[in-house]
């Protein structure tokens, strides 16, 4: 569990109970003194907020954590208020802080998120349904080098950004109370923070948040390597404190000579910045440019490079450092000028230049840009939100590295992949929607094919069930099993289809050339040609006569009734068979079960005369519509409308679909089957059927009832002779404007 701040059990919680008083005397002062603090905090920034569901929030978290500690002993409910405090101290909104308030009340304790939707509405569930989910997400034993698809999985699994906020608050003042936990748990939970939360603060843009998070993620990851990198940065800094405040004084003297209005401060690089520096970098101490530095905040972007011309002016600027982040933004928004130069003891300094509303965007991220559009209500606001989304997705598009902040951010509003577990615990990546397959697939290939069933979460579902982000997925798998192509309708990835087609196409070849090697036999028999007699040489030529590279493949189009056998005869023994014999009166035809009315050389497959077609019962196409063929293994062509769902399930294989079309001329008529839904009143049927005798049209059968399920209405069914999908078109519009008449379906 993420969560660290856990509570006491319910048990225990119990057993303080019945030994009388839940909790310590004074401890609600406490709370309440708290309280007042964050409701003071939030009174001096946002003044209008609906302070009484402030106070709900709080008086529900309360009486809901009443009984329950952390583990240092003070009331649980101090953690909730301190997060809320936090995000006070952001700024943030009224759902936010009831988020904050509220969002440990769902997984601790009897609070249903139906009764938070009660009491404090919509966005207030959601986003504590939210933090909850996160937390619910087992991240500590999961493998390595998957920081990435980690933090892309969080992401994704939050629907409004204010969630991520909250869980960054929580992580925050989780982090700040590290001291009473184990040295384990203070471990983990500050290699997670290092791993992964902070890097999302810092994708948001929030540098503030993201340094504090960084420093105290440090001091208990690394308690040796945080005490001697602050001693260092404490020596350089005593060293040239009081250079450094000559040079703040030098740099406000300058820039107000020269009329630029600018605060002006200095600033120490924070300890875990300067450790990963001297660890990537391999460098010491003093070759840390921007160990120490000044920061120049003022009111235009032309005064910010006015500014660096007056710095440039007093002090040597250091090649190669100077970066200007105003015309190229960071893909996190941020935006500065920044130079490093040789200061007057010899020591370098780094100078950082911006604008009040850059330094704004620097400190706090997206959660500026919620403050921003805070303060219009209603569908403005929703406006308002979306073209701050299209704004960030057009910047994403600008981007040149797809593994940066905005891609993730990304799929954390417009989800396109589903972040899964293994068992173990590794981030399988999977696209929306992707199932249990597509998943054993990605696994491996053997797992894929040998896939029986599969566990979620630690439940059986079905094979085509649709993962969900955080699911732990687990596939059973039996040996020797075989993909089914039921796989083919529901798998997301191309890996997954590809690798089933390649059994399925590899089993089917095989039949197919075993079929159409007795195919080829049987009729040879039938025709007194001796197969022994031809010799292999005389096969590999017909066989590339009919563009086939090998003897099977020209076996294996037999048996899917590309080729008719007794034509492949006729080129193997032409003294022996006659090559022009109409294609139905073969052997192969008679044998067929065709299904359909046996004038079904009314389609013709393109290119090809000899290939026998019928029509599919399923849709029973029509003149007129479009069609599409697929070959079936010994039947010929069957042809599918071209919208009949069945066909899309049976055209995966790209090599069996073959193009047909309704032949010319021929005067033939199709059977369709009508159900006409009417009033149920006298002369219904009488007027129906006058309409098909206008239309010269023949009635095959013709029934009519009560409709069972609606007393006043009946139901006429008919099969009639349509000559094509016009004539049926027309006649089905005339009976339509029938008064009378509720609907008409065509039935297979
Ligand atoms: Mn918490």
Redesign the pocket.
């Known amino acids: 569990m993420i ?1 660290d ?1 856990t509570p006491n059990s319910g048990a225990e919680a119990a057993a303080a109970a019945a030994a009388g008083g839940a909790l310590p005397a004074g401890s609600t002062g406490k709370l309440e003194q708290g309280y007042a603090r964050m409701e003071e905090t939030v009174r001096a920034r946002r003044p209008g907020e609906d302070f009484a569901a402030l106070r709900r929030a709080f008086e529900f978290a309360c009486e809901k954590h009443a009984k329950q500690r952390r583990d240092s002993g003070e009331p649980y409910m101090a ?2 208020l301190a ?1 809320a405090q936090v995000l006070a101290e952001m700024q943030m909104d009224l759902v936010c802080l009831q988020t904050g308030l509220l ?2 009340t769902l997984e601790d304790t009897a609070a249903t998120g139906e009764e938070i939707r009660r009491l404090f509405g919509e966005d207030v569930a959601r986003c504590v349904n939210g933090v909850t989910k996160l937390s619910k997400i087992n991240l500590h034993n999961r493998e390595d080098r998957q920081a990435e698809s980690v933090r892309k999985m969080l992401l994704a699994m939050v629907e409004d950004i204010r969630v991520i906020i909250v869980k960054l608050a ?1 992580r925050l003042h ?1 982090l700040r109370t590290l001291e009473s936990l184990s040295r384990e748990r203070q471990e983990r939970i500050a290699a997670e923070t290092i791993e992964l939360y902070a890097p999302i603060a810092h994708r948001l843009g929030m540098g503030k948040l993201r340094g504090e998070l960084e420093d105290l993620g440090f001091e208990y990851l690394d308690p040796e390597a945080w005490r001697e990198t602050r001693a260092e940065i404490e020596s350089r800094r005593l060293a040239s404190e009081h250079g450094l405040e000559e040079i703040r004084a030098t740099v406000e003297r300058k820039l107000a000579e020269e009329h630029i209005p600018a605060r002006v401060y200095a600033r120490i690089k924070r300890p875990w910045s300067v450790y990963q520096k001297l660890r990537k970098q391999r460098i010491s101490i003093d070759q840390v440019y921007d160990l120490m530095g000044v920061r120049i905040i003022t009111d235009s972007v032309k005064n910010c490079y006015a500014a660096l011309g007056v710095i440039h002016n007093e002090w040597h600027p250091i090649p190669g450092r100077i970066k200007d982040f105003i015309a190229i933004p960071r893909p996190n928004l941020y935006q500065s000028l920044h130079t490093s130069v040789m200061g007057p003891s010899g020591a370098s300094f780094e100078v950082q230049i911006r604008t009040e509303e850059m330094h704004r965007v620097a400190e706090e991220g997206i959660a500026a840009h919620w403050k921003y559009k805070e303060g219009r209500r209603g569908p403005a606001e929703d406006d308002q939100r979306i073209a701050w989304l299209r704004q960030l997705v057009e910047w994403q598009r600008e981007m040149r590295d797809p593994s940066d902040f905005m891609s993730s951010l990304k799929v954390d509003l417009y989800p396109e992949e589903v972040y899964c577990f293994t068992p173990k615990g590794r981030v399988v990546v999977l696209p929306r929607d992707a199932t249990p397959v597509d998943f054993a697939y990605s696994i491996h290939t053997d797992v894929g094919h040998t896939c029986t069933g599969a566990k979620v979460n630690g439940r059986m579902v079905p094979l085509k069930h649709a993962l969900r982000n955080g699911d732990i997925v687990e596939i059973l798998t039996q040996n020797g099993g075989q993909p089914s192509r039921d796989w083919l309708t529901f798998v997301k990835t191309a890996r997954a289809r590809n690798k089933i087609r390649h059994v399925i196409n590899a089993t089917e070849r095989e039949k197919a050339i075993e079929l159409g090697q007795k195919v080829l036999e049987r009729e040879a028999r039938r025709l007194g040609v001796a197969l022994s007699r031809v010799s292999r040489q005389q096969m590999e030529a017909v066989a590339a006569e009919y563009g086939c590279g090998k003897i099977e493949d020209l076996q294996a189009a037999l048996g899917w009734g590309k080729f008719s056998a007794r034509q492949v005869l006729s080129k193997l023994a032409p003294s022996e068979v006659a090559p022009e014999e109409p294609a139905q009166e073969a052997p192969a035809a008679q044998e067929r079960d065709r299904g359909g009315d046996g004038k079904d050389y009314v389609i013709q497959v393109k290119g090809l005369d000899d290939l026998l077609t019928y029509r599919a019962k399923c849709c029973n196409p029509i003149r007129g519509e479009p069609i599409v063929g697929y070959i079936t293994r010994g039947k010929g062509v069957a042809v599918h409308s071209k919208n009949c769902p069945n066909v899309q399930n049976l055209l995966y294989e790209a090599e069996r679909r073959i193009e047909v079309e309704w032949a010319r001329g021929a005067g033939q008529s199709f059977n369709v089957r009508l159900v006409v839904h009417t009033d149920d009143r006298a002369g219904m049927l009488n007027q129906l059927t006058q309409i098909l005798f206008n239309e010269d049209i023949n009635i095959r059968s013709v029934e009519a009832h009560a409709d069972e399920k609606n007393f006043d209405s009946a139901v006429v069914e008919m099969t009639i002779e349509v000559r094509d999908k016009k004539q049926l078109e027309r006649i089905v519009s005339v009976m339509r404007r029938l008064s009378g008449v509720r609907d008409i379906e065509r039935v297979h």
Do not use: E, W
């Open positions: 969560q701040s953690h909730p997060v969002h440990d929580d989780n």
